[in-house]
């Protein structure tokens, strides 16, 4: 599973490495996006669902974790 944390990401939006993960990540693979709640995270789940991408959230604290495998 690759991860992809987001959560030091401050010049720009946390959404360009997650979307910029998912487009290089081969079909098949596991990828969980790391970041905090907040407007990217809703973003980025209202993406997923919009390409039928199904996916696995993921509450520790301040933190939040997308869980899914691309399609």
Not at 3 to 16: E, F, G
Not at 36 to 62: C, H, N, T, V
């Amino acid at each position: 599973m690759t991860i992809i944390d987001t959560r030091d990401v401050t010049a720009y939006s946390p959404l360009i490495p997650a979307i910029k993960a998912i487009c290089t990540t081969p079909r098949g693979q596991k990828l969980e996006i790391v970041l905090r709640p907040g407007d990217a995270f809703q973003d980025l789940k209202e993406y997923l669902s919009e390409q039928g991408i199904g996916f696995r959230e993921i509450y520790d604290g301040d933190v939040v974790r997308l869980q899914f495998t691309v399609i």
